[in-house]
């Protein structure tokens, strides 16, 4: 058996006769636990923010949009179809228009976008299930639209109000200074049959009708749309569909994926995730300075039994490592016992929902490897470091 080792484990495992360092070795223990706790759950919680976000912004968001490099708008002709319905790995694609306009509801006011869509937009787009009043589009009531929760409470206007319309108003297109205000705008009366709620950003800024009333708003010709959104049949290929339909389609259009389309959202969850990695970390460091503690009373305690050692032919470095090996098995179980702690609390809240963040919505957390091999990694790598400093304190003149 390795002599360090052995020696080490006695020390950690056996009680010594000061009660003193008894204790202060069992607070370096629970620093660790806690520590390697912390950091677990603020990961897991992080991961779990991290999905369920994405899952929102996936609802509402496709697999992969095209839009036009110079102008708000382009023509969908044969040619642009023909790649699209021959493109593999595309299960299903929508034409939409996406403009800024004015709403209107019984003297209130109100800015934000409308979104027309053609009838396959829900094979694209899930945004459909977070109706929550009235229902989605129907090509039987062609005036109807669906509003965001933001914009009907700002307006205060629910669905099938047919003493008041709905007013949506858009700049008509053309040159020039505006000489007659009421004439400058295009308006239609529109009427509510469904409110979504998604996001409170998403709710105040989108209202969704049939492609066909956009058009007719925007005064745009047929077959004139500001994007098409597409589903991928593989998720996780849409990088490569990306870069072939770039080729296919030419500089005219942009082809962006949806982590494109939403850069900064994505930048910004990767940043929280790393400082919030880092602050716990600098936790688990001072945590670790009760281990440096603890092995270094542990030294002067077993002064005597040094020099036994050191009497009978062990060697400085081999008394080292006694100690360094102390301190990482202190760390390791510390580490087994928070890790072990914090997995199973992380599978009760997915099971029981312990955690609430709303009366009908829990807190999300996620159980994935890397973050269980970022944690182990973490605190063995700190632990090995507490360890060494603490043993460097181990010299010829102690133990002589």
């Keep these: 058996m390795n002599f360090p080792l052995y020696i080490a484990k006695r020390y950690l495992f056996s009680k010594s006769s000061n009660n003193t360092i008894n204790i202060i070795t069992l607070i370096a223990t629970i620093g660790v636990v806690v520590g390697t706790l912390a950091l677990f759950i603020?990961?897991?919680?992080?991961?779990?923010?991290?999905t369920f976000s994405i899952g929102l912004i996936n609802t509402f968001d496709p697999d992969i949009k095209i839009t036009s490099v110079k102008g708000k708008s382009f023509k969908f002709n044969s040619t642009i179809q023909t790649i699209l319905d021959n493109q593999k790995g595309i299960a299903s694609y929508s034409k939409v228009i996406e403009e800024r306009a004015f709403f209107e509801f019984n003297k209130k006011t109100h800015v934000a976008y409308i979104k027309g869509v053609d009838t396959n937009f829900t094979h694209v787009n899930r945004i459909d299930t977070t109706v929550y009043v009235g229902t989605w589009l129907d090509e039987k009531i062609p005036l109807g639209v669906v509003i965001g929760n933001g914009i009907s409470n700002t307006l205060s206007v629910g669905i099938f109000n047919f003493l008041e319309p709905l007013k949506i108003y858009v700049p008509k297109p053309g040159k020039g200074y505006i000489t007659n205000p009421i004439n400058a705008f295009n308006k239609i009366n529109t009427q509510p049959i469904g409110i979504f709620a998604l996001t409170d950003e998403i709710d105040k800024k989108?209202?969704?009708?049939?492609?066909?009333?956009?058009?007719?708003?925007?005064?745009?010709?047929?077959?004139?749309?500001?994007?098409?959104?597409?589903?991928?049949?593989?998720?996780?290929?849409?990088?490569?569909?990306t870069t072939e339909l770039k080729n296919k389609l030419g500089k005219e259009f942009k082809v962006e994926t949806s982590e494109q389309l939403n850069a900064v959202f994505y930048k910004m969850l990767n940043t929280e995730n790393l400082v919030s990695y880092l602050i716990f970390t600098l936790v688990l460091i001072i945590a670790l300075f009760n281990v440096i503690g603890a092995i270094i009373m542990m030294i002067l305690d077993k002064r005597d039994n040094l020099k036994t050692l050191y009497s009978v032919g062990a060697t400085i470095k081999d008394i080292k490592r006694i100690f360094i090996f102390q301190g990482f098995l202190l760390s390791v179980f510390g580490l087994f016992i928070g890790l072990t702690s914090g997995i199973i609390l992380i599978l009760l809240q997915k099971k029981y929902q312990l955690f609430m963040i709303t009366q009908s919505l829990p807190y999300p957390v996620e159980l994935t490897f890397l973050n269980v091999i970022t944690v182990i990694i973490t605190i063995l790598v700190l632990g090995f470091l507490a360890?060494?400093?603490?043993?460097?304190?181990?010299?010829?003149?102690?133990?002589?």
Excluded at 216 to 234: F, H, Q, V
């Design 42 to 50: 603020v990961l897991s919680g992080f991961s779990g923010l991290r």
């Design 206 to 241: 989108f209202t969704f009708t049939s492609l066909e009333l956009a058009q007719e708003l925007l005064s745009y010709g047929p077959g004139k749309i500001s994007g098409i959104e597409i589903r991928a049949t593989n998720y996780n290929k849409r990088n490569l569909l």
């Design 387 to 400: 360890s060494q400093i603490a043993s460097s304190r181990i010299s010829k003149k102690l133990v002589e």
